[in-house]
């Protein structure tokens, strides 16, 4: 074959060319730090370098979020420290109208705080984060939970809810959501009394020295699937010893199978008969309780947060409030 100086000339810048190509890719490598500078450089590589920068992202969203959420839950933190203070000034407002010499015009000065008070409390309850979302509506963000004003409550009217009972989340791990958003109804009206599960009281003909203290649930799934959950216990003094039953006020039955157990004052009765059934609670009674001395639990909501401050004002707020009736409203 005859080689001619043209291809010899041809295929010298052939190589010239590659090996230009070649620099200019080193070149564009060392400018931006990556091998792979497109998908058929290497197309396994490019793939998993594809997979990581999408790890990578979802990472970084999950710590924004992350940071979102600790913003929210600080706000609402700061919020229910500020409902914590109002009612701390109005327990003080309280006690201090349970005062049987205070004249009229105190009255009416401790009225007209609580007033202001129910406003901040309402202020409070309607409060929105820095996107005017309001925090305490759960899912409806654009709408004004709490309603009303003081002269409206008294005249009959009730606050009412507008929101919902739903809790925002945020997704902040590939498993994990955390709620950033309480709704207002869980706040400021179903509020538990008690344990947060029951509340204890006594029967009024007690004649004992018993007293029983909040008691405590163990066991809140045992709670939450117990059929029966108002039981009392009553005790009887025989030949100087102390037994108690734990009945159930419904049905008026005894739920111990083997008979009423010896009492020990400051020893846990347990609200159940294991294995037979256990409500995952137990309550301590302190004391020497008479025969025929009862006590009981019973599931309750406490009053609504928003009220408190109404109620106490329609008990001291007028010159004809007696002295008994201010002793009712500060009990």
């Known amino acids: 074959m005859r080689v001619s100086t043209g291809m010899i000339f041809d295929a010298g810048v052939a190589s010239i060319n590659r090996q230009t190509a070649s620099l200019l890719n080193v070149q564009q490598q060392v400018a931006s730090g990556r091998r792979i500078l497109r998908p058929s450089d ?17 990472v970084a969203q999950f710590k924004r979020n992350q940071d979102v959420a600790t913003s929210a839950l600080g706000l609402e ?87 919902d009972d739903g809790q925002r989340t945020l997704q902040v791990s590939p498993s994990r959501f955390i709620e950033v958003s309480d709704s207002g109804g869980d706040v400021f009206k179903r509020i538990r009394n008690g344990n ?62 083997g008979g009423p157990r010896v009492f020990q004052s400051g020893q846990p009765i347990l609200l159940g008969d294991p294995p037979a059934f256990s409500l995952g609670a137990s309550v301590t009674i302190n004391g020497k309780p008479a025969s025929g001395d009862r006590f009981y639990h019973r599931t309750q909501y406490h009053a609504e947060r928003v009220r408190h401050p109404r109620q106490l004002d329609r008990g001291v707020g007028g010159p004809d409030r007696n002295p008994r009736r201010r002793r009712q409203v500060h009990q």
Do not use: C
């Open 42 to 58: 290497d197309p396994v590589a490019a793939a998993r370098a594809l997979e990581v920068t999408q790890a990578s992202d979802v």
């Open 196 to 257: 947060g599960y029951f509340v204890t009281d006594y029967a009024a003909g007690n004649a004992g020295t018993g007293v029983m203290a909040s008691g405590s649930v163990t066991d809140p799934a045992a709670w939450n699937a117990a059929a029966t959950k108002n039981v009392s216990v009553e005790f009887t003094v025989a030949a100087g010893v102390t037994t108690y039953d734990l009945i159930d006020t419904a049905s008026s039955a005894s739920l111990l199978a």
């Open 77 to 163: 933190e700061v919020q229910l420290a500020s409902v914590g203070d109002v009612l701390g000034r109005v327990r003080e407002l309280a006690v201090q109208a349970g005062n049987t010499n205070l004249s009229s015009t105190s009255r009416k000065g401790i009225a007209t705080e609580l007033r202001a008070r129910f406003d901040q409390l309402l202020g409070i309850a309607n409060a929105t984060d820095g996107n005017g979302q309001h925090i305490f509506s759960g899912y409806m963000g654009a709408v004004t939970p709490f309603g009303g004003s003081v002269d409206d409550i008294l005249a009959g009217n009730e606050i009412v809810y507008q929101g």
